[in-house]
């Protein structure tokens, strides 16, 4: 009947937009995930105490670096 | 300078590098080597290098720059740019924690060298920006006892502290990744303006200049991209600056592409003569041609085999058949 026809023709419409999301957020999320896993970020925390266990022991360094600046009080 | 007064905050801000990395008590910087411990900033790596060798000149590359000797070179972990293609990413991409490191202190860096019979230094394999006082300090005493001083860099870093490192530098090699801002950013974590820049102070700042740009397949190797690339080289450097086209292989987080054609390396090297400059060479590619010819007649200057120099004829930086002047560091 031609009302069936045009309720099929609607569901496969629908069926197809679900899997393109699907595909472009699978893709976007993808992406995201690969890009942060190879750009460290500016604010990674280090393990004070290991840090300084090392610097104790000369295995690095320790020294007042140069170039940088007090943040103002936020 | 150091930052001298009270923290109040606790959080600094590192000024090396364009990033202006805003750290809190605890946080370490992008570069990995600078950490911010008790409100003061740190760095992890002085006189605690990674990797310390003997290497030919011609491998860093440097072709014009006491061609045949060696060269000390040394690097600690770190780096402030993330390059997907990086080939020493097992230190570069490192915290200085997780890397095996000697202690070397700048003046043991140059009775090193001197020990074993080097003219010069490189601060090289990672990025020599991140360990700058590292690098300036070794570089300032390499200077008094006669050695030169060679940085193998990306060239990220703010305007000042480059001034002050070009005060002590001889030479550098420095990567231009590509000639787009767009690449820099999406495959390096970094910005071409920056590098350009670097460029202009170097030569400024009178530091003898080669460039090399790694040509990765579909990525960069567009010829429009590296004739605009030799075109500004020719602008802002003039046509003497030597020019190393190198060979891509996968490598880190590329592994997915195949290594640079050498068909893609031999168009970039014509573009690069079509554009005017003198000196262009094609590196990683076993058996290609790399001599050294006068820009003026043509004859064979300097000849080389892989990193070995098989004959130089300069005769005090001249040809020796037409007497051009050929650009250089040679003694």
Known sequence: MPGEKTKRKKLDLSFIAAIAVTLFLAVAV?????????????????????????????????????????MPKQ | MGGNAETVTGWVKCTLCPKECELGPGDRGNCRARVNIDGKLLTLVYGKPCAVHIDPIEKKPMFHFLPGTSIFSIATAGCNLHCKFCQNWDISQKDPEDTEN????????????????????????????????????????????????????????????????????????????AFSDDYYRNVCDGDLATV????????EEGV????????????????????????????????DVPLHFSRFFPMY????????????????????????????????????DEDTNCPNCGAVLISRVGYSVTANKLVDGHCPDCNAVIAGVWK
Not at chain 1, 38 to 67: C, F, P, W, Y
Not at chain 2, 216 to 236: A, E, H, Y
Not at chain 2, 254 to 264: C, E, G
Request: aromatic share 8%; charged share 25%.
């Open chain 2, 102 to 177: 000697g202690d070397l202190p700048p003046d043991k860096v140059v009775q090193a060298a001197r020990y074993s019979v080097c003219n010069s230094i490189a601060y090289t394999y990672s990025e020599p920006m991140i360990f700058f006082e590292y690098t300036r300090d070794a570089s300032s005493i390499a200077r008094q006892a006669g050695l030169k001083n060679i940085l193998v860099t990306a060239g990220y870093i703010s305007e000042k502290p480059l001034r002050e490192l070009c005060k002590v530098t001889d030479g550098a090699n420095l990567d231009i990744k």
């Open chain 2, 196 to 203: 350009l820049k670097t460029f202009e102070v170097m030569k």
């Open chain 1, 30 to 70: 993808i992406h995201v995930v690969r890009t942060q896993s190879t750009m460290i970020s500016s604010n990674q925390k280090v393990d004070v105490k290991h840090v300084q266990t090392l610097i104790n022991q000369g295995r690095l360094s320790g020294r007042e670096a140069e170039h940088w600046e007090v």
């Open chain 2, 208 to 239: 003898f200049l080669e460039i090399t740009n790694l040509i990765v397949p579909t990525l960069n190797d567009d010829p429009g991209m590296i004739r605009d690339l030799c075109r500004w080289l020719v602008k802002n450097g003039g046509p």
């Open chain 2, 253 to 288: 987080l590329m592994r997915n592409l195949y290594p640079t054609p050498q068909k893609t390396l031999e168009t970039a090297k014509d573009i690069a003569k079509e554009e005017g400059l003198h000196f262009v060479y094609v590196g990683n590619v076993p058996g290609v």
